[in-house]
């Protein structure tokens, strides 16, 4: 069992090899070795976390060197849970991709670029996840970052190179400093292998272990957008094609959580700085939410209710009992779920409308009864609303803050309280902007073009346009029009238009894409299993936290004693 830890790292970056050799011939082809090769990975991830709960952490060390020389892959319980939720949910988006793309006839589009970038992200989750080292654990990131770039700005519309421009600096920045916290580690510790560094840092100076805690805590608060961290993520999410934007609001913030929820329990025993913790979950829930009840867009309504939300799972791990972690597992599961779901929902919405503009949107709940109830049921699910289970991880944390009594602890309580009552006003104020009231006038109808590649593009682009209009056709219709401004071109539903997805805009239709609604329907689905599975699930998340508590069983399945 311990051969199958690689694996969903390994293959998708095979895949990826396989694909660029290819290149843009074979598209059907490619498409179905991409929805294999993650299909594969979600059934290798569920018999992970199977084995992982029956046997105890799986380790193996690549090319067969020990610690601290090799490179140790460790799934277990923890790690299997969050490969699981990940595999799931890149499956779903990536055939919500492959559905957009067909839709807007995408023949003419760099397909070699998109699906190779999309896998090398899923292995650098991957990595991330099974890291059993700190040096692997900044490759997954930098494996990441690379993919991540490149999905950002996928179209190379000026705003998303100035967003993406944006992400990379961040990332960076944060990149630099966890290679610096590496670098200190090894010179105090003469390691930087997971279970060596749990015994070692206990003979390090008290200073001087807070400081490297510090540093990783920054570096990983930066990557799960963290206040007062995050002020990159709702201008750098939000101008990425639906997909996109699903997956890296969805997991790739988790991926950072995921990253405090191991060094914390595993390296720091003790959260000597829990209660600076719970003051940024604090930050984070207030200044999140408040942000995204003064936004007009679905977007970055969205992207800044995913800033409150990692609140609940910060408050988690600054209580860093058995209960609280317990609840921060469950809440991270539920999340990336949940939040993936929406932003699939706010592209089909922008696919229907032509927009996510909240002022510009009406009617839908008659016109699209489908897409409302899509739009419901996560949302409310988001809000805590029983027994859904963003209900089940927010008791849960709040239960563990209530027994553990302190100041900072009921503070956290009543600010999980009022940030759940605030996103479900926040949700019911899309619901009744977006679907509930009548549609107002100009609502986009089938077949019109909100424009957005040439919104920051100069004049001389300008006198280019009809010249690439003529190689076009009817196609070059829509290119003169403006998202910025509003304007709109009504050209035959499903033109190929330069602007959004895979370098082309998004023309509205009364009939959403099937894979598109099927991708998005089975997300919901999978957000509800987690309520019908609520017992199993917090069962499981206890024992995860158990097991993280103890550490000597992670230790002892990497070092053999």
Not at 174 to 191: D, E, K, N, R, W
Request: glycine content about 10%.
């Amino acid at each position: 069992m311990n051969a199958l830890v690689p694996l969903p790292v390994l293959l998708p970056l095979f895949v990826t090899g396989l694909k660029l050799a290819i290149g843009p011939r074979l598209q059907r082809f490619q498409r179905l070795i991409s929805l294999a090769v993650l299909g594969v990975v979600f059934v290798l991830s569920v018999t992970l976390m199977i084995a992982a709960d029956r046997q105890g952490p799986l380790h193996v060390d690549l090319g067969d060197f020990p610690p601290p020389l090799g490179i140790t892959l460790v799934a277990d319980r923890l790690a299997g849970l969050m490969l699981t939720v990940s595999s799931a949910v890149t499956l779903l988006v990536h055939l919500y991709s492959l559905g957009q793309g067909m839709a807007d006839r995408d023949d003419q589009t760099p397909f070699g670029v998109f699906h190779p970038a999309y896998l090398i992200l899923v292995a650098g989750v991957s990595c991330t996840f099974l890291a059993g080292d700190l040096v692997n654990l900044y490759v997954g990131f930098e494996i990441m970052l690379v993919a991540s770039f490149v999905l950002l700005t996928i179209g190379g519309t000026a705003t998303r190179i100035r967003a993406g421009s944006t992400y990379v600096i961040i990332s960076l920045f944060s990149s630099l400093l966890f290679l610096v916290g590496i670098a200190m580690t090894y010179a105090v510790a003469g390691t930087v292998n997971f279970a060596q560094l749990a015994g070692r840092l206990q003979e390090v100076p008290i200073g001087v272990r807070t400081l490297l805690e510090a540093m990783l805590l920054t570096v990983f608060a930066i990557k799960a957008a963290v206040f007062p961290l995050a002020a990159w993520l709702p201008d750098s999410y939000p101008t990425a094609p639906a997909p996109v934007t699903a997956v890296f609001a969805g997991l790739l913030t988790k991926v950072g959580v995921y990253s405090m929820l191991r060094t914390q329990t595993l390296l720091f025993p003790g959260h000597r700085l829990g209660d600076l913790l719970m003051l940024a979950a604090l930050a984070s829930m207030a200044v999140g939410i408040l942000g995204a009840v003064a936004q007009t867009d679905l977007k970055r309504v969205l992207s800044f209710t995913l800033i409150s939300h990692i609140g609940y799972m910060v408050f988690g791990i600054g209580l860093a009992g058995r209960d609280s972690l317990s609840g921060a597992i469950v809440y991270v599961a539920h999340h990336i779920t949940v939040q993936t779901t929406l932003f699939l929902v706010a592209g089909l919405v922008e696919r229907r409308a032509g927009s996510t503009e909240l002022t510009r949107l009406g009617g839908l709940a008659k016109s699209a009864p489908l897409l409302a109830v899509l739009f419901f049921v996560p949302a409310m699910n988001l809000a805590g609303i029983p027994p859904l289970s963003g209900f089940i991880g927010k008791v849960g944390l709040m239960r563990a803050g209530v027994a553990d009594g302190g100041g900072w602890a009921w503070l956290l309580v009543a600010s999980s309280a009022a940030t759940s009552l605030l996103t479900l006003y926040v949700m019911a104020k899309v619901w009744n902007l977006a679907f509930w009231r009548d549609a107002p006038p100009g609502f986009a109808q089938e077949g019109v073009v909100l424009e957005s590649a040439e919104d920051d593009e100069d004049t001389d682009d300008d006198e280019e346009r009809p010249r690439r209009g003529r190689g076009r056709g009817r196609a070059g219709a829509g290119a003169g029009a403006r998202a910025g401004s509003g304007a709109r071109r009504h050209v035959p539903a499903g033109a190929v238009v330069p602007a959004s997805f895979l370098g082309q805009s998004i023309t509205t239709t009364k009939h959403l894409p099937w894979p598109m609604v099927v991708a998005t329907c089975a997300a919901v689905t999978l957000g509800l299993l987690y309520t019908v599975l609520g017992g199993p699930l917090t069962t499981f998340t206890d024992h995860a936290a158990a097991e993280l508590l103890a550490r000597t069983p992670y230790i002892e399945a990497v070092l053999g004693r």
